[in-house]
Nanobody
Framework: QVQLAESGGGLVQAGGSLRLSCVAS????????MGWFRQAPGKEREFVAR????????TVADSVKGRFTISGDKANHTVYLRMNSLKPEDTAVYFC?????????WGQGTQVTVSS
């Protein structure tokens, strides 16, 4: 089985920064991409950013472009999300996702709260 452990969430004032981390362990064979999604109260889960191991291509949602950066360490199956210039609307539970050739896996999520 695969386990994803997120960390780095917390409470921050608007304009502040946080860095989220996610480590995948277990049977990560076939993993080719990792990403971040978020879910705010009363809203559907939405895409935030994604990183592909092969070639290092990355993409981020328009809503966070220029403020959030995704990076990672393929050898250690770790992905990071650097979040700058945080806004109250960024408040959500942030989930890590591992994409493999067989199935995808989700972490339990880490809460990010941005106060105004």
């Amino acid at each position: 089985q695969v386990q994803l452990a997120e960390s780095g969430g917390g409470l921050v004032q608007a304009g502040g920064s946080l860095r989220l981390s996610c480590v995948a362990s277990g049977r990560t064979i076939g993993g080719y991409s990792m990403g971040w999604f978020r879910q705010a109260p009363g809203k559907e889960r939405e895409f935030v950013a994604r990183l592909w191991w092969s070639g290092g291509a990355a993409t981020v949602a328009d809503s966070v472009k220029g403020r959030f950066t995704i990076s990672g360490d393929k050898a250690n199956h770790t992905v990071y999300l650097r979040m700058n210039s945080l806004k109250p609307e960024d408040t959500a539970v942030y989930f890590c996702r591992l994409f493999t050739t067989n199935q995808d896996f989700w972490g339990q999520g880490t809460q990010v709260t941005v106060s105004s």
